[in-house]
T-cell receptor, first 112, second 111 residues
Framework: GAVVSQHPSWVICKSGTSVKIECRSL??????MFWYRQFPKQSLMLMAT?????????EQGVEKDKFLINHASLTLSTLTVTSAHPEDSSFYIC????????FGPGTRLTVL | GIQVEQSPPDLILQEGANSTLRCNFSDSVNNLQWFHQNPWGQLINLFY???GTKQNGRLSATTVATERYSLLYISSSQTTDSGVYFC?????????????FGAGTRLAVHP
């Protein structure tokens, strides 16, 4: 199957700072990638669809100015959590693929 | 939007037992996948199964698209099967392969 990497695997930051998470497709080209958020003991909630060379598409209720997505190449999508607050602490996972979807290992964000 | 319901929400098994996990979805889909989320959060692909039946070792899955459900069978369960099993569907959303996840089935296999 396809391989997706994420970096960092975990990050702790202070409230008010910004955090960037990278998602890379290692063995396929991804015109779209997907960002999910998972709170403890809950399911994965789709946040946005990252589109190579164009604006991301956000799901209802997700603040596009807070969660900045950039998809500058066919192998890299980034999610920046701006002015992070404790309620943004969560597990963030990215995924992509041509038909079958594959997911990165996730990034655990803790905002103090 | 599409609804994805998984049952049971929790399942406890003795090692060696068999189980069936169910996923119902409320509308037609392009794609359906089953995942196992391990304790570190990694989603492991089990099946890509928009229709039909597939088997992989002790696991098998069946999707009946016309009746909008899928089943995941685990036979001779092992402690390493513990974790959360998610069903996810790609609704006919026009061009994207985005997946909508069910709430999951939390499986614990005891020795």
């Amino acid at each position: 199957g396809a391989v997706v990497s994420q970096h960092p695997s975990w990050v702790i930051c202070k409230s008010g700072t910004s955090v960037k998470i990278e998602c890379r497709s290692l063995d396929f080209q991804a015109t779209t990638m997907f960002w999910y958020r998972q709170f403890p003991k809950q399911s994965l909630m789709l946040m946005a669809t990252s589109n190579e060379g164009s604006k991301a598409t956000y799901e209802q209720g997700v603040e596009k100015d807070k969660f900045l997505i950039n998809h500058a190449s066919l192998t890299l999508s980034t999610l920046t959590v701006t002015s992070a607050h404790p309620e943004d602490s969560s597990f963030y996972i990215c995924g992509g693929g041509n038909n079958e979807q594959f997911f990165g290992p996730g990034t655990r964000l803790t905002v103090l | 939007g599409i609804q994805v319901e998984q049952s049971p929400p929790d399942l406890i098994l003795q090692e060696g037992a068999n189980s069936t996990l169910r996923c119902n979805f409320s509308d037609s889909v392009n794609n359906l996948q089953w995942f196992h989320q391990n304790p570190w959060g990694q989603l492991i692909n089990l099946f890509y199964i928009p229709s039909g039946t597939k088997q992989n070792g002790r696991l098998s899955a069946t999707t009946v698209a016309t009746e909008r459900y899928s089943l995941l069978y685990i036979s001779s369960s092992q402690t390493t099967d513990s974790g959360v099993y998610f069903c996810a569907v790609d609704p006919f959303s026009g061009g994207y392969n985005k997946l909508i996840f069910g709430a999951g089935t939390r499986l614990a296999v005891h020795p």
